[in-house]
């Protein structure tokens, strides 16, 4: 048996009272760490809430499958940050499980795609959802960008999820064959504010206001007790202090009436 | 202190630890019961599972700000099905909070807006949400036809949410001053495929297929343990039997040789 077991967005706390009787129930426990994380528990302090040990699942043992081994014959339970299908990997493992004929069975929670709608925009309000990636020297991929105007052509809002890149090796390692695992580096607001700046500037078709006169809102540690919501023009939101991770940004489409009062609540100034 | 908790999908213990916490520590827990409906378990159940009684707040009760009378001097929990900003009344109650210097905050869970994923199709594929209404002899609102349209235009997959109609009042009774509660009704899949056909067959603009041929997916009661779904053209569709409410319903955009993958573990026959 293979349970995929949302956690939440805070801490180990927002585990759902059915997530934690599975824990309890398995006999090992992965913890997915590469698509996410959890702000305000740590693996050890998962263990100790959920009273057994968690081990933590690399994208090589996720992307392997070696996660599922012990499934046919143990109860397996995989914990996800956030939601359980937020990422393509996922769902591999529910189609793997299938063709293994391993019972598999999910158990849901709140993730950044429906809890953003704490900001006071409303969700059926939302266009497509956009993913920004850290540019290198060579490689700075804007294909995001068509969808942001198609989006704000419609007057819809925009979740803007951004970049995470946790163990990876740098091409330098890679190169040389070392398995030396780069620090985890989160995207800042301002950084994506930056780039989606840059890719306007470049383009030109007004997806966003070339000044960064667009209404947006830094979303930082949603779901936590640190939490830190700010509403304001682009260029404004580029110098407030978000502070640690996790950290998404929405640009604003047309803000209805009922949105605007709910939204007030965390204007700049 | 007012507190928003987000119940989840399926029954009393999808709440999360944080939640459940909260709801122990309440001096006065409501249940908001008017936009949604936990799948599993009744207002009584969910007293019985907390420990403590559960008052059924209905629309008069959200929309007038009564819930929030006693938020002032005591401790109210107040439990929304899904998470806690899936329709726009909730918004407005962390306004009024704001206005009265009442302390507030919300305490996430898993909606459809996420769990949807479970069908296989990628969250960061899907464009704007839609909602079907129950047509009367003299409204037949068609304004989400434009939307559907944009979202198959761009490739995107489309949630549409089913209506629901709990506690009202018919246009007969409501002329004669009469409160008499109409019996709940729940918009089933087969009944929002032909409204969606039908308005097609009036338009022709090719949102989806007049025949029924395109692809989509039917969700019935997602994040219950009587989840059931199915995949398949939306002629096809309409003769499956769903079983007992929440219907949804996803059109498929262009479908992912990983979403395919996944989604084909659902297809009919």
Redesign the interface.
């Known amino acids: 048996m293979f349970t995929l077991i949302?956690l939440?967005?805070?801490?180990a706390?927002?585990?759902?009272?059915?997530g934690?009787?599975a824990v309890h129930d398995a006999d090992v426990v992965y913890l997915e760490a590469y698509t996410s994380f959890l702000i305000n528990s740590s693996p050890e302090e998962l263990s100790a809430a959920y009273g057994k040990p968690v081990i933590v699942a690399d994208r090589e043992m996720v992307e392997s499958g070696d996660v599922l081994r012990d499934a046919e014959s143990k109860k397996v339970a995989f914990l996800v940050v956030?939601?359980?299908?937020?990422a393509?990997t996922h769902?591999?493992l529910?189609?793997r499980c299938?063709e293994q004929k391993i019972e598999c069975r999910?158990?849901?929670?709140?993730?950044i795609?429906?809890?953003v709608?704490?900001c006071?925009l409303?969700?059926?309000?939302?266009?497509?959802?956009?993913?920004l990636c850290f540019w290198t020297e060579t490689w700075k991929p804007d294909s995001w960008y068509d969808r942001l105007k198609?989006n704000r052509d419609?007057g819809?809002h925009t979740l803007v999820?951004l970049d995470i890149k946790v163990k990876e090796i740098s091409d330098e390692n890679l190169a040389r064959g070392r398995k030396v695992y780069e620090p985890p580096r989160y995207m800042k607001i301002s950084e994506a504010i930056d780039q989606i700046l840059a890719v306007e500037k470049r383009k030109g078709r007004g997806a966003v206001a070339v000044d960064g006169g667009t209404l947006a809102v830094g979303m930082a540690r949603v779901?936590s007790a640190t939490q830190q919501v700010v509403a304001g023009p682009m260029q404004a939101l580029r110098a407030v202090d978000f502070g640690t991770p996790l950290h998404s940004l929405v640009i604003a489409g047309e803000v209805h009436p009922?949105?605007e009062?709910?939204l007030r609540?965390f204007y700049l100034n």
Chains 1, 2 share one sequence.
Do not use: M, P, W
């Open positions: 949302g939440g967005l805070g801490d706390n927002d585990i759902t009272v059915n934690l009787k956030g939601d359980v299908f937020g393509t769902s591999d529910v189609v299938r999910a158990i849901h929670n709140a993730s795609i429906n809890a709608g704490c006071g409303q969700l059926y309000r939302f266009g497509q959802v956009l993913s198609t419609a819809l999820l779901g009922c949105e009062e709910h609540l």
